[in-house]
């Protein structure tokens, strides 16, 4: 039921760009994506919900595969800020809020100068 | 806003004992999720609590329990606890839980030696 994340790991230069996916083996209501810095909380960047509805950040672009049961994190000209874990949380829950998140392993993510 | 809090941010406790953790939701947030992360586990969810009730509860021991109060308000509670408990305890309040974003407080250490 945990969703797999690919890579585990990346390592980039400044401005390069990334690609992180999430699958899922069950069908998704929602997927959400978070990243974690060294020794701090997630911080929410995106939810992607069936049907097509995208809410988060602006500078971040995930898409939603809904067929599949996949989801991908892109990080385009990436900065050093962007370093971190990024995980993905399921939603298995149909019909609205039911509450909670299965998280991914997570993608550690560094980016170099 | 004021941001998710957690209390106390770090804890040491012997095997045996119990332990008792707080968390402070975001005003207006009704839905709060316990999320317990290890190194070798990632994030793995506790439980979630929406308007004083339980919802969800993962695959944890019942020595692991959690309530929550009416002013959202949330603890959860450790009893008889063993070396692998110790880990980094995140609590996530959510307007209502998924598919809305959750926003993590910054955790709480808990070292059981």
């Known amino acids: 039921q945990q969703p797999v994340q690919s890579p585990q790991a990346v390592i980039l230069r400044e401005g390069e760009d990334a690609v992180i996916n999430c699958s899922s083996s069950?069908?998704?209501?929602?997927v959400h994506w978070y990243r974690q810095k060294h020794g701090e909380a997630p911080v929410f960047l995106m939810i992607?919900?069936?049907?097509?509805e995208q809410k988060g950040h602006e500078k971040i672009s995930a898409s939603f595969n809904e067929k599949k049961q996949q989801s991908s994190l892109y990080l385009t000209a990436s900065q050093l800020s962007y370093s971190g874990t990024y995980f993905c949380?399921?939603?298995?829950?149909?019909?609205?809020?039911?509450?909670?998140?299965?998280f991914g392993k997570g993608t550690k993510l560094s980016v170099k100068p | 806003k004021a941001g998710v809090t957690q209390t106390p941010r770090y804890l040491i406790k012997t095997r045996g004992q119990q332990v008792t953790l707080s968390c402070s939701p975001i005003?207006?947030?009704?839905?709060v999720s316990w999320y317990q992360q290890t190194p070798g586990q990632g994030l793995q969810f506790l439980f979630e609590?929406?308007?004083?009730?339980?919802?969800n509860k993962g695959n944890f021991p019942g020595r692991f329990s959690g309530r929550q109060f009416s002013n959202s308000r949330s603890e959860m509670n450790v009893s008889t606890l063993e070396l692998g408990d110790s880990a980094l305890y995140l609590c996530?309040?959510?307007?209502?839980?998924?598919?809305?974003?959750?926003?993590f407080g910054p955790g709480t250490r808990l070292t059981v030696t």
């Open positions: 996530a309040s959510s307007f209502q839980g998924a598919p809305y974003e959750q926003y």
């Open positions: 069950k069908a998704l209501y929602s």
């Open positions: 992607l919900l069936k049907g097509g």
């Open positions: 949380g399921t939603d298995l829950n149909y019909g609205g809020s039911q509450g909670n998140l299965i």
């Open positions: 005003s207006g947030h009704r839905s």
């Open positions: 609590y929406f308007s004083e009730t339980q919802r």
